[in-house]
């Protein structure tokens, strides 16, 4: 059955191919096995290379058709072929800027079901720094620190770069102190948070556990001066609240 499906598979008959898989998957010991499965991914790769192809062609014939472009990505995205992917969203972006949102929305959604690809994470990254997206560029930073060799290190630099944009993207600004205290680097943590302190002095609100961050690193960095100042009237704040410990 696997020498008949691979036959009908080389003779691009895969309606025949994939009734000889379903044959050999039925009889197959565990000895043959590992043959079925690897005819079984076989089949499966030939017909997304035939969909793409598909896909190509109905573009040829309609440029403009937005769906089919974002359609050609999600496979392409699929099938990992990642440099593809790349230059379609180039080209697509050249030619219609306008469709930006909806591409975006499409590479979100392919890296959520595909298997992480940290070049594919990092292009989208860029596409949101360029359009000012920094609340979903830290959701990503954050999503590519689970899947990183050192997270934090990764946090660090994507907070700074938002930073550099955005200086006063108060939830970036959380992140870097929390990647700083998760590193142990307390005096990280005070310049992360120090500009949101001193817009909170000039009547800018600043949260509670922000303040309270701060208040733990001055106090780590033994400037008790400094930590009593901002943690006292953080304390009188919140001495009515359920759970609070400062």
């Keep these: 059955h696997v020498r008949l499906a691979r036959i009908r598979l080389q003779q691009a008959r895969i309606d025949e191919a994939s009734a000889a898989l379903a044959a050999a998957e039925k009889v197959a010991d565990a000895e043959g096995k590992p043959s079925v499965d690897h005819l079984r991914n076989d089949i499966a790769n030939w017909k997304r290379e035939r969909k793409i192809a598909d896909i190509r062609q109905a573009i040829a014939q309609s440029e403009d058709d937005s769906e089919k472009r974002m359609t050609l990505i999600d496979e392409l995205v699929s099938a990992g072929k990642i440099d593809e992917t790349l230059r379609s969203c180039e080209a697509l972006i050249n030619e219609h800027p306008e469709w930006i949102d909806h591409l975006l929305e499409h590479l979100e959604t392919a890296i959520r079901r595909s298997t992480f690809n940290y070049r594919l994470c990092d292009y989208l990254s860029d596409l949101y720094f360029q359009q000012g997206r920094f609340e979903a560029l830290l959701k990503l930073y954050r999503s590519m620190a ?97 759970g609070f410990r400062l």
Excluded: F, S
């Design 146 to 242: 689970e899947n990183a060799l050192d997270p934090t290190r990764l946090l660090i630099q994507g907070c700074k770069r938002i930073l550099e944009k955005a200086p006063m993207h108060a939830a970036t600004r959380q992140e870097l102190a929390l990647a700083y205290r998760t590193g142990g680097d307390w005096n990280g943590v005070i310049e992360a948070l120090d500009p949101m302190l001193e817009a909170h002095g000039n009547g800018t609100p600043m949260a509670a556990e922000d303040r309270a961050l701060w208040v733990e690193a001055a106090y780590r960095l033994g400037r008790l001066e400094e930590a009593r100042t901002v943690g006292v009237p953080l304390a009188e704040e919140l001495a009515g609240e359920a």
